[in-house]
């Protein structure tokens, strides 16, 4: 039934976002090392949520999946980051 | 029309995907959910997290962040050999991803000995009797999100198990390769928990 061919992610690609990935650690590790208060959360989550993207982009297809799949994955995360809002202005403003 | 109709075989990739996804989404907000409960018990008791989270081991954190990105790439691997039709290599790069999703778990499990010896588990006499209660929520957090982590591992070696045996069986080829696709995906499902989960409670001191 199904006609279309499978996208076959070449092994290079897979290997290449590892070592961005493992890099990224490696980076994360470092900066966490140096106290800059406030700025070490920030940035230790910025870099998760690169790791995180290249994970779902890459790893789990999405670059190669059809846009209702991604779009359906973006709207998730947009979902949990309003939750994630309401409740810290709920928490700030009290 | 002379199309043979298989009533025993119903494939149906794209539904299997979906379904899949749907799953990952609802792992996803459960995750979430913690993790807004970690935030906020972190603004509202920032020095005990701060304390806390220095007992941590980053370096036996960090080495299971390695395993678990090898292991999603080897199984994104085993993937790409299954659509190559190299049968051989497929079982091999998903025994590797198997046999580091246990050392994952060997390691966690000396993690969590250490933890025990030194008094620091859930209702420990010591806790109560020296930690503040900021410290306390963040170990009760800490054993129930790596907790969870861990049993998610647990399942995601069951489903390798099956992906493993139905290859080697020849049900799951090049032309029918959606159990190893959503053993993968659910695999980078508990990788991508994982890549928040280490600078959350093992990097943020």
Do not use: C
């Not at chain 1, 992610?9 to 493992?22: E, K, Q, T």
């Amino acid at each position: 039934m199904e006609n279309e061919k499978h996208h076959i992610v070449p092994y290079r690609l897979y290997a290449i976002i590892l070592l961005i990935l493992l890099s990224l650690t490696f980076l994360s590790i470092e900066i966490t090392r140096i106290n800059l208060g406030a700025f070490t959360v920030a940035g230790a989550l910025l870099l998760a949520s690169i790791k995180s993207s290249l994970v779902l982009v890459y790893f789990m297809h999405l670059k190669f999946d059809k846009a209702y799949i991604q779009i359906m994955v973006g709207m998730v995360i947009l979902l949990f980051i309003a939750v994630v809002l309401v409740t810290f202005f709920d928490y700030y403003f009290r | 029309m002379s199309q043979v109709i298989h009533h025993d075989e119903h494939y149906d990739p794209e539904g299997s995907k979906i379904g899949m996804w749907l799953f990952i989404f609802t792992e996803l907000l459960l995750f979430g959910g913690l993790f807004i409960v970690y935030s906020v018990y972190r603004y509202l008791n920032a020095d005990a997290f701060h304390l806390a989270a220095e007992e941590l081991n980053t370096t036996v954190g960090a080495l299971n962040t390695v395993i678990l990105l090898v292991s999603s790439m080897t199984i994104a691997m085993s993937t790409t050999a299954l659509q190559k039709k190299q049968k051989a290599t497929t079982i091999v790069l998903l025994e590797i991803t198997f046999m580091l999703a246990l050392i994952f778990l060997i390691n966690k499990y000396f993690e969590w000995g250490v933890k025990f010896d030194h008094g620091i588990f859930p209702g420990s006499e010591f806790m109560k009797a020296e930690m503040s209660q900021g410290e306390v929520l963040f170990f009760g957090l800490y054993f129930v999100m790596t907790g969870l982590h861990a049993l998610h591992i647990v399942a995601g070696l069951v489903i390798m198990g099956f992906a493993l045996a139905r290859i080697q069986k020849g049900t799951v080829h090049a032309d029918r390769p959606s159990l190893l696709e959503n053993a993968g995906l659910y695999w980078h499902l508990v990788d991508l928990i994982w890549i928040f989960l280490f600078p959350l409670f093992y990097l943020i001191t």
